[in-house]
């Protein structure tokens, strides 16, 4: 069941850089379902608060239909970001986690898959979109840890 949402992404439109990208679903899970924080192919999909991404910057996303494609961020904007040179989509990705490689294996996550801008893969940032989801959940009423279960810093 979506317990909070928020999407503002533009329809058929050009998105400006400046534009704020918001766009998430928190879902309440039954009691009988176990959470997992390990990826597909194994590695450990954790949250690091002080993660920062740039330009340039190594980056994989795994979204359900393409798997996991890695390439480097093209560009930062106003909580969101575009990636090449590899990153490749399809429609059914989205909501797919955006994460950085450190150095001990693990996947710390940068962002949800949204969109394509243009010719390039988008991502609303993890940063911005985990701060967006606190706000509403307080809005709300409802108590829910946007953190995910793991919370152990990487090591880049």
Known sequence: MVSVARDN???????????????????????????????????????????????GQPICHFGVVTGESCGTVERINNGWFTMHNGVVSRKGDSGGPVYTLADNGTAVIAGLFNSTWGD????????????????????????????ATDTQPSTN
């Open 9 to 55: 992404t533009p329809d058929g439109t050009i998105v400006r850089t400046d534009q704020v990208i918001s766009d998430y679903q928190t879902i309440t899970l039954a009691s009988d379902v176990t959470i997992s924080t390990v990826l597909p192919g194994g590695r450990r999909l954790v949250v690091d608060p002080g993660a920062q991404i740039a330009p």
């Open 120 to 147: 390039l893969p988008a991502a609303v940032s993890w940063q911005s979109t985990s701060q967006q989801a606190q706000a509403d959940t307080v809005a709300t009423g409802t108590i829910v840890d946007v953190a």
